[in-house]
């Protein structure tokens, strides 16, 4: 006897079975179930995540905001402390070059009180005042400036 040749096509199905096909009908409804169970999940959760999203960028910006005007406010507050910082010195300034010009004149020195300054050693360093000289200090000077531009009767 002869053997008869077998159909390899139906050989090889026959050797795989249904057990595949049915693997992966299961898979095919195991994720279609998680699908549909998130869906459901974000649709009657009553919080979406978008709008949540949304007020915290909100948020964000009005503490940016916030901060930035604070900084605005804080550096034009140094600026004007820097100001007058400036105006003061230039004050100090200009009274010093004006007594170094009184110092100058004979007559003026006899005004000027002997024991006022201290003198100061090469190795110490200047000392910026913290506060704007008292006023009769000004009206001392301006009383010597007055002497000096005064038109002289005599001549």
């Keep these: 006897m002869i053997p008869f040749a077998r159909d390899i ?4 199905i ?10 992966a009908a299961a898979t095919l409804l195991v994720i279609l179930a998680g699908v549909a169970g998130i ?10 995540q978008e709008p949540e999203r949304a007020v915290v960028a909100r948020q964000l910006q ?9 900084l605005v406010e804080k550096t034009k507050g140094l600026e004007a402390t820097q100001q007058e910082s400036i105006d003061q010195l230039q004050m100090v300034q200009d009274q010093l070059q004006t007594a170094a010009i009184l110092c100058q004149f004979p007559g003026v020195r006899a005004l000027v009180p002997a024991g006022g300054t201290k003198p100061v ?3 110490q360093s200047p000392r910026v005042p913290d506060r704007a ?3 009769w200090e000004i009206t001392q000077l301006s009383q010597i400036v007055g002497l000096i531009t005064s038109p002289n009767p005599a001549n």
């Excluded at 869906?39 to 979406?48: K, M, P, V």
């Excluded at 905001?65 to 604070?70: M, P, Y």
């Design 121 to 123: 050693s090469p190795d």
């Design 133 to 135: 000289p008292p006023s």
């Design 39 to 48: 869906t459901l999940w974000r649709t009657y959760s009553g919080t979406a």
């Design 14 to 23: 026959a050797r795989i079975g249904t057990q595949p096909i049915a693997l």
């Design 62 to 70: 009005a503490r940016t905001a916030q901060a930035s005007e604070q």
């Design 9 to 12: 096509r139906t050989d090889s």
